[in-house]
T-cell receptor
Framework: DQQVKQNSPSLSVQEGRISILNCDYT??????FLWYKKYPAEGPTFLIS?????DKNEDGRFTVFLNKSAKHLSLHIVPSQPGDSAVYFC?????????????FGGGTRLMVKP | EPEVTQTPSHQVTQMGQEVILRCVPI?????FYWYRQILGQKVEFLVS????????KSEIFDDQFSVERPDGSNFTLKIRSTKLEDSAMYFC???????????FGNGTRLTVT
């Protein structure tokens, strides 16, 4: 199932710089997108979401951009901090419904170096 | 901050045995879910539950699986006769509403031998 794809399995960034995590999707019925962060031995933690009626949503250091024509979204973290080191998952849902049947990407492991 | 709690953190069982995974969702949440992640694979949706009934389920959620909310606080996933391929991390989640982010528990690692 490749409906949601994160092509970079890992990303290394210097502290203070911008981290950009990318996600592509194929299902045009998806209309709600979320980013989750996951530390080892913990469950995914919700970070930020965006509805398909928007192209940008910002929350503190985190901004999500959505390009519907390209079926692409990205998560920008600026400035990156060592505590941001984790696996980041993008997820998508159809029918404007975050709750039902989230489809996850494979994750990108972000390492922020001090 | 309220959180979803799951027990046990690790469950080892023999093939063919029944197993029950337990979850306490966030108290004012109305929607409940189970997801799983097989080692090295993506997080996959299993089932969603609202108003004491299943609202959605995936192809993975076959007759071997069942969910229950036996009281006002617990939400359980039962696997009737476990198979080796059921070995995975099982995550419980809850959300306040239909268009609300899911809050996940820390998971139960199920190992079927």
């Amino acid at each position: 199932d490749q409906q949601v794809k994160q092509n970079s399995p890992s990303l290394s960034v210097q502290e203070g710089r911008i981290s950009i995590l990318n996600c592509d999707y194929t299902n045009s019925m998806f209309d709600y997108f979320l980013w989750y962060k996951k530390y080892p031995a913990e469950g995914p933690t919700f970070l930020i979401s965006i509805s398909s009626i928007k192209d940008k949503n910002e929350d503190g250091r985190f901004t999500v951009f959505l390009n519907k024509s390209a079926k692409h979204l990205s998560l920008h973290i600026v400035p990156s901090q060592p505590g941001d080191s984790a696996v980041y998952f993008c997820a998508a849902s159809g029918r404007g419904n975050a709750g039902n049947m989230l489809t996850f990407g494979g994750g990108t492991r972000l390492m922020v170096k001090p | 901050e309220p959180e979803v709690t799951q027990t046990p953190s690790h469950q080892v069982t023999q093939m063919g045995q029944e197993v029950i995974l337990r979850c306490v969702p966030i108290s004012n949440h109305l929607y409940f879910y189970w997801y799983r992640q097989i080692l090295g694979q993506k997080v996959e949706f299993l089932v969603s539950f609202y108003n004491n009934e299943i609202s959605e389920k995936s192809e993975i959620f076959d007759d071997q699986f069942s969910v229950e909310r036996p009281d006002g606080s617990n939400f359980t996933l039962k696997i009737r006769s476990t198979k080796l391929e059921d070995s995975a991390m099982y995550f419980c989640a809850s959300s306040l509403g239909v268009v609300s982010p899911l809050h996940f528990g820390n998971g139960t690692r199920l190992t079927v031998t």
